[in-house]
């Protein structure tokens, strides 16, 4: 079978192993159905998911213009602090930025790496965690908008990391942690402002990821460099697909790329 579409992140679901799916516009394909199966990658093309043209991609699947222009990549989707539609103040689309930044939000730790801080909107639980490879994440806070999840971010950052180590996590190079604990010592550091919303009680969520083999070395495959590849599929965690010579494609690094896929 011959699939064609352009890359957005694998949708997935929350099961006792974690599923996945890829929507290539005409197509709606269950990953973990190709475990074990050779899958050929072909890239073709570009395709914006801003402005839908064939242009070059130039970061999150938006082409240069786009990634400049569109609300969807404003500095406070990295830097939730910077975040200003609680003050009704416009960064690039003051109603978007209200419909988005005006939603409860998650302050959580999650351990895909390492134990690591992070800042979502509540409907993004646990769908945030998946896409992070996360093994074992909890809730800290739940505050009304982006703002003050933003700021209390930057308060347990001083103390505790931010970033996911990406080969650590696909090697399934990891040490379970007591998420309760580390909840419990970090809630002294977090700003008056959120201290109210602070979560007492709840337990951490585990993750499952459909992997039959972790790869030992893992190389990235980046398809404007080597547009044709074809490889045995083994495993799915974070985003990213893992094949048996331990190559891994990071499906959401290469949005907006237009594929064929055959398997």
């Known amino acids: 079978m011959i699939y064609q579409g352009v890359l957005k992140k694998m949708i997935t679901e929350n099961a006792d192993e974690i599923q996945y799916y890829l929507d290539l516009s005409n197509d709606f394909i269950n990953i973990n159905q190709l475990l074990n199966k050779e899958i050929s990658i072909s890239f073709l093309t570009y395709e914006c998911l801003n402005c839908s043209l064939e242009k070059e991609i130039y970061r999150q699947g938006f082409c ?81 908008n982006r703002y003050l999840a933003g700021i209390t971010e930057i308060a347990l950052k001083d103390h505790i990391g931010d970033k996911t180590n990406w080969r650590k996590m696909l090697k399934n190079d990891i040490t379970d942690e007591s998420l309760v604990d580390w909840r419990n010592k970090l809630s002294q550091y977090i700003p008056e402002e959120a201290k109210q919303y602070f979560i007492e009680n709840n337990k951490e969520t585990n993750l499952n990821f459909p992997v039959l083999k972790y790869p030992e070395k893992p190389k990235s495959l980046i398809l404007k460099k080597t547009p044709n590849y074809t490889g045995l599929l083994v495993g799915i965690k974070g985003q990213y697909l893992i094949f048996d010579d331990e190559t891994v494609f990071n499906v959401r690094a290469n949005e907006g790329l237009v594929v064929s896929l055959e398997f």
């Open 64 to 144: 240069k213009s786009c990634f400049f222009d569109t609300p969807n990549a404003g500095d406070w989707i990295m830097r939730p602090e910077l975040s200003k539609a609680h003050l009704g103040i416009e960064d690039r689309d003051l109603a978007y930025e209200q419909s988005v930044q005006l939603k409860p939000h998650i302050v959580y730790l999650a351990n895909s790496s390492n134990v690591k801080v992070g800042v979502t909107r509540k409907q993004q639980i646990p769908t945030r965690w998946i896409d992070q490879g996360a093994h074992e994440a909890i809730e800290i806070v739940e505050v009304p």
